[in-house]
């Protein structure tokens, strides 16, 4: 399957379940909602506290899953992940890729002030999924 339009399967469903590594290997899954940047990483708000942050920090190979609102089609983005630091404050590097990432799905939030302390607050950060491959089944996988 072509990667730019496994890309754009996301970008279109947006929610997907991200696929990490345990430490004794086996997979760990998550749903999540992501969204893919005009440079083509996919990017997704994670807490620090729940165990695909650990997992990235080990082993930074990651998929997404996307399937189809019927179920009946889906594509995996295989890529590896670099991780922003966590949100330390309301004003730093991370809270604004966060207010971005925000902005790209959900549009202008009612108060970027207590979004940005929540984000500190939840000690959020971004994963940056860099996709090296992909494959599934979805009727318009080629054009």
Do not use: C
Not at 28 to 41: F, M
Not at 57 to 66: E, G, K, T
């Amino acid at each position: 399957m072509e990667l730019t339009a496994a890309l754009r399967h996301l970008t279109d469903v947006r929610q997907a379940v991200l696929i990490t590594l345990k430490r004794d290997g086996r997979p760990q899954s998550s749903n999540i909602v992501a969204a893919v940047g005009p440079d083509g990483i996919a990017r997704i708000s994670i807490t620090a506290d729940r165990a695909k942050y650990p997992n990235l920090q080990r082993d930074p190979r990651a998929s997404l899953h996307v399937n189809r609102a019927d179920f009946w089609a889906y594509v995996v983005i295989e890529g590896t992940v670099d991780l922003s630091p966590v949100a330390a404050d309301p004003d730093d590097a991370t809270v604004d890729e966060l207010v971005e990432l925000y902005r790209s799905l959900s549009g202008e939030h009612p108060d970027w002030s207590e979004y940005r302390a929540a984000m500190v607050r939840d000690r959020r950060l971004v994963v940056r999924l860099h996709p090296e491959r992909a494959y599934g089944m979805w009727p318009d996988a080629t054009t």
